[in-house]
C-alpha cells in the first residue's frame, strides 16, 4: 500500500553548494529545474558546484532562463559510472563534468566524442542529446587561456617544458600542439609511461611544427630551451612540503611557471621560481576556465569569468 497521503510535504529541493549525492538519490531526484553535476571519486572536495552556481545566479539577473538551472556533485565509484550516466540521461541532466577516476572510463560510453577530446584521451564535459551524452575536453582550453592571463604568453608564443605523463600532463601535451607551441619537452619519472606518451603524441603532431623531446626528469638535459615555460602537470606538490618535481637551480636562462596545482596555493616549485625572479601562478586559473568553457557548451551563453572566480577563491578560503 501506497502509505503517502496528498497532503505529504513535496520533497525538499537538494542543497546544491553542501550536499553530496549518490546514485540512489537519481531515482527519486526531487529537484525540477535543469540539473547539472560532477562526478568523482572522491568528490567531497570539489569547488565545482558552487563556481558554476555562483556564474549561473549571476546569469539569471540578466536571462531568467537561468533561474532554475542548478549544479550538485555526486560521488560515483568508478564500477558505477555507466549505471549513474544512464540514469543522469533518464532524468535529463544537461550537462556532466567529470573528475578523477572518470575521464578516461567515460569514453565507450559516449554516443559522441569531439575530435580535440578524442585526441586527449579524455572527456571532462558531457552534454545531453537524445541519443546519449556528448563528450568534450575543455582542460586544454583552461590551461591555455589561463596561462595567458596570468602570465602574459599564450602557448604559442614559446617553448613549453612540460613535467608530468598523466592525464593533465596529456591534455596539456595536446593542447600545445593544437596551439602550435614551436617546442615541446616531455619530462616524467616513469620513462615508460613517458614513452607511451611520447610516441602518442608524434602520430598527433603530424600536421604541427612543434618539436617534441622528451627526457627523464631525474636528469634533466642541460640543452633545455630557454626562455621557456614551465608547466608542473605532476602531482608533486599536492602534499604540503613535497618538493619540487624539477630542481631550477640547474637551469640557465629566463623561465616562467604554470603550477596545475591550486591547493596549497604556492608549492615548493612554485616558491623557487619567485625567489629567482620568475613569474609563477598557481591552478586556480586553469579550474576557472576550464569551469567556463563547460558552462558556456551547456548553456550556450556567455559566462561571467569573475564570478566563477571570486566562488572559487572564496570556496577554497572556507
Ligand atoms: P595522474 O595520476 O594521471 O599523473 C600523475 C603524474 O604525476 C605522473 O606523471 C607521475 O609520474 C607524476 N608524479 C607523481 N608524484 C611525483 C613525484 N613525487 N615526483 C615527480 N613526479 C610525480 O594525475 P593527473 O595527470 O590527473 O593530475 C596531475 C596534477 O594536475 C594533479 O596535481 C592534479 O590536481 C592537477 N590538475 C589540475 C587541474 C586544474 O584545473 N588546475 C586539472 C587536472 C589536473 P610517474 O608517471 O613517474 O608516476
Redesign the pocket.
Known sequence: MNSKSPTDPAPAEPDPESSVFETEHLDNWPFKGTSLAVLGHPVKHSISPPMHNAALKRMAETDPAFADWRYFKFHVPPGRLPETLSLLHAKRFRGVNLT?PHKTDALPLLTRIDPVAERMGAVNTLVWTADGYEGFNS?GY?LSTAVEEQLGAGLSSQPVILL??????RAAAVQCILDMCPELWLG???QD?LKALYRDLLSIRKESSTRLEAFD?SAPPDNLPAPALIIN??????APD?PS?LDLSALKGAFSVYE???NPPETALMKEARLRGMRAAN??S??VH?GVRSLEIWSGAAVPVDAMRTAAENALAT
Open positions: 578523477l582542460d583552461g608530468g605523463a598523466g592525464g593533465a600532463a616524467n619519472r616513469n609511461r626528469l602537470a605532476t602531482s608533486a606538490g599536492l613535497s618535481p596545475m596545482i591550486y591552478g586556480l586553469m579550474l576550464q
